[in-house]
């Protein structure tokens, strides 16, 4: 599962690049579909991600503010402070924690850890998809989605 972690982060670090030349009026103009706007997304895939990983570890769930993050070194910087304490998480996965089962306050039913790195993979490529339709509106080439030729496997 860390290979596609790493892919996921890869892309997102595109993504952030990319943007980062999009004026600040862009980044936060309404838009159809996904959360709203360019960086209301990005802060919420970089949210979401951190807080299943929190919830999974057994530590409280800290849901950061967004209007503390309206602008793309901000929102970078989140994703790097976040990542650091997730790569820990992941590097220490194994098999044997697939079936731990998780409980989180926004959910009534318990889960399986397993299939909530699923789903918190799973949803930043959802919302990549998002950020890609909208890259075409603006002119902006998207960033590709290829796994392969990334370099994640060696």
């Known amino acids: 599962m860390i290979h596609l972690f ?6 997102r670090d ?3 690049e990319l943007c980062c030349r999009l ?14 706007s360019i960086l209301k997304t990005f802060f919420h895939i970089i949210d979401v991600e951190y807080s299943w990983i929190q919830a999974i570890s057994g530590k409280p769930v800290q849901d950061p503010e967004f209007k503390d993050y309206m602008t793309m070194e901000l929102i970078i910087k989140l994703s790097r402070d976040y990542r650091l304490e997730i790569k820990e998480f992941i590097n220490d996965w194994s098999n044997d924690m697939e079936y731990q ?3 989180v ?9 397993g ?10 490529i959802h919302h990549i998809g998002q950020l890609s339709i909208w890259a075409r ?10 796994f392969i030729g990334r370099g994640l496997m060696g």
Do not use: C
Not at 6 to 11: L, T
């Open 14 to 16: 595109s993504w952030l």
């Open 115 to 124: 299939e909530v790195l699923r789903h918190v993979i799973a949803h930043e």
């Open 137 to 146: 509106e603006l002119g902006v080439k998207p960033i590709s989605a290829n």
């Open 105 to 113: 306050p926004w959910m009534d039913e318990p889960l399986f850890a």
């Open 101 to 103: 089962v998780v409980t």
């Open 6 to 11: 790493k892919y996921n982060w890869k892309v």
């Open 23 to 36: 004026s600040q009026d862009e980044l936060i103009r309404d838009r159809t579909g996904g959360v709203g």
